[in-house]
């Protein structure tokens, strides 16, 4: 495909990627109006964000695998529709509870487009390519994290919060049509599709029961109690029985053979921590803007865009430079180094601390995530089969997520406990009663507006500091993705579409040049064959790789005669010895044959043994002889 053909079937993938990111950060400046108008408390407050990254964590691998199953572009639509939907069925809540339900569909919608645009992606665009492309969607992350806040802070501020919601349903529809008027795929291959439902109920189960579990812990219930330990002890059991029918399962939902792949396993334990910065600090700059600082939701979506302007002009630009040079780790290891340095910098901020030094530090964290997040799953689809990129790619994704739920659920914890421990303590100094902040005492979110003077000042130091304290917490795992991008294997990008080496695949078992790479990826990996730019050695060797299967490479034995290729007819070898166009070799007949077909396929007809004998494309291929008996 041309790069006009690229954008404009990428366009409708941008656009639901587009819908997915509004649906968490077209809230985050307004969540703290929302949940005070439906009279929520801090619980509430993180279960309507926790909800949402709940259902997107759990229900990615499905939509993954699903993908890898049948038709991917229908996937796609059925995300969207899901999504769109839920959206506004969630604009019309009237109480937090079922807020937080139908942010769960919402969910749904969004792990479907998070899993299914990138590997739709993979199908379209070769790996080495994709760096650029893979900017384009950081880019639109970045619009989206800059236009949501932004967008809903106007919203709210003039017309309602509830335009929150119904201000995506017109970006979803108009993305459903763009998908089904440009995004054109080859259908699957018909076989029986076979769903393992019970790895799907226990992933699913075994999850939730964790992130219900840490959310909730040490507030509704004591971590060393009867109910905490049933909880914990629940989900580390749906998840060990997880593992045993994942093992079991014809088509697992995720497939545990992918953790033999170096790549995969230090990706998936890199975007961990990589979720818990991108989703926890996303969530918690809205309440320091808003309750720290005392802005409104619109100034409070304005004044985080240096960590996205810092996203956009970093994926954009290490994106545009991996398509170029073909070199990805040391932008990653970059990336990881600034993000960790911008967490730990922001741990050390309070209320007052002047914005031009906050949004050096935001600035940070935005080049790091935007050097990491997109480009871990692109080292992903580079390094494993073309039949498992679906299940593989939407494991990234899912832990991803699921490390940022975890975050978003412990560090909620963490604020809710530190703040009120800060407000009380400060309360008390002042000779104030905790209890004249209402009836929600001081673990309900506060109307500042309606604060006085002195009491707003603690209340704001108390949310600054506490605020502070959960980037500390996020600091130390910055650390981990530092090591684990460092130990990936530098596998170099290859340079077939993922429709391309399904083909391939197709063809013959060992013709996907891509997969190849995959299999090297313990020894660092080895170049994909290009079918254009190769030398006719080169497409040989690929071709005559097909028919490795089928022909015996073994030395010819005097048992099993050598079969004799088509330049040896009527010649006398030496012992033990053959002569082609005065390169000796030994008895590997078998070789030479191949060697020869494979040629006769090169220039895509049979090739007589007289014409063969002369001709430069069997010269050459005779020099790679070895890589062909190591093939």
């Given amino acids: 495909m041309s790069h006009r053909e690229v954008l404009t079937a990428l366009s409708g993938l941008l656009m639901g990627m587009l819908v997915a990111i509004l649906s968490s950060t077209v809230v985050s400046t307004s ?8 009279n929520g408390s801090q619980t509430s407050y993180t279960w309507v964000i926790t909800a949402t990254l709940l259902a997107t964590t759990v229900s990615t691998p499905l939509w993954g695998k699903f993908s890898d199953l049948t038709n991917r572009k229908v996937l796609l639509q059925v995300a969207l529709v899901l999504f769109v939907l839920a959206s506004v069925a969630a604009g019309f809540s009237q109480n937090t509870a079922t807020l937080i339900t139908f942010r769960v569909f919402q969910g749904l919608g969004a792990g479907g487009l998070t899993a299914l645009v990138q590997v739709v992606m993979s199908d379209i665009i070769s790996p080495r390519e994709r760096g650029r492309y893979m900017g384009y969607l950081g880019a639109v992350m970045s619009v989206g994290t800059i236009g949501g806040p932004l967008l809903g802070g106007v919203l709210t501020d003039s017309i309602g919060w509830r335009w929150n919601f119904f201000v995506g349903v017109p970006v979803g529809v108009a993305a459903l049509i763009v998908i089904q008027r440009t995004l054109h795929l080859p259908p699957k ?28 812990g040490g507030k509704q219930f004591d971590w060393n109690s009867t109910t905490s ?14 593992v045993v029918v994942e093992f079991r399962s014809k088509e697992p939902i995720i497939p545990l053979t992918l953790f033999t792949n170096r790549t995969f396993t230090f990706a998936v334990i890199a975007s961990l921590s990589v979720g818990v910065a991108m989703f926890g600090t996303s969530v918690f700059l809205g309440q320091y803007m808003q309750l720290a600082r005392g802005q409104s939701p619109t100034m409070a979506g304005i004044l985080t865009l240096p960590m996205v302007l810092g996203l956009l002009i970093s994926s954009m630009v290490a994106g545009a430079l991996i398509s170029k040079y073909g070199k990805w780790k040391p932008y990653m290891i970059v990336g990881s180094i600034l993000l960790a340095a911008g967490l730990f910098l922001m741990s050390t901020i309070e209320y007052d601390t002047n914005f031009a030094i906050v949004s050096v530090f935001m600035a940070m964290m935005g080049l790091g995530i935007g050097m990491v997040m997109q480009n871990l799953v692109l080292v992903v689809q580079n390094s494993v089969d073309v039949s498992v990129v679906g299940a593989a790619s939407s494991s990234v994704a899912f832990f991803r997520s699921l490390g940022g739920t975890i975050g978003v659920s412990v560090m909620g914890a963490v604020l809710g406990t530190k703040v009120s421990g800060y407000i009380t303590d400060g309360l008390t100094d002042a000779g104030v009663d905790p209890s004249a902040l209402g009836s929600g005492g001081s673990t309900s979110i506060p109307d500042l507006s309606t604060v006085p003077g002195p009491i707003r000042t603690i209340i704001e130091s108390a949310y600054g500091q506490g605020v502070a304290d959960v980037f500390l917490i996020a600091a130390p795992l910055a650390i981990i993705t530092i090591v684990f991008v460092c130990l990936l294997p530098n596998v170099e990008l290859g340079t077939k579409t993922g429709l391309q080496r399904a083909a391939a695949k197709t063809d013959g078992p060992a013709a996907d040049s891509s997969a190849a790479t995959a299999s090297d990826d313990s020894d660092g990996g080895a170049a994909p064959v290009d079918a254009n730019a190769a030398s006719p050695a080169a497409k040989g060797v690929a071709a005559t790789a097909g028919l490795a299967p089928a022909v015996s490479s073994a030395p010819a034995t005097e048992s099993t005669p050598a079969p004799v290729s088509p330049i040896d007819e009527g010649r006398e070898p030496a012992e033990g010895q053959r002569r082609h166009h005065g390169h000796t070799t030994t008895a590997t007949g078998t070789i030479d044959t191949i060697i020869a077909t494979g040629a006769a396929e090169v220039a895509g007809h049979p090739v007589p043994a007289d014409e063969l004998a002369e001709s430069p494309v069997f010269s050459s291929l005779v020099e790679e002889k070895d890589v062909a008996a190591d093939r």
């Fill in 229 to 242: 330990w049933l909880m914990g002890v629940g989900a580390a059991v749906l998840l060990a029985l997880a």
């Fill in 189 to 216: 291959p018909k076989k029986a599709v076979v769903v393992d439902y019970w790895g799907a109920g226990l992933i699913a189960g075994g999850v939730s029961l964790l992130l219900v579990w840490v959310s909730l």
């Fill in 31 to 38: 969540l703290p109006r929302i949940v005070s108008d439906l």
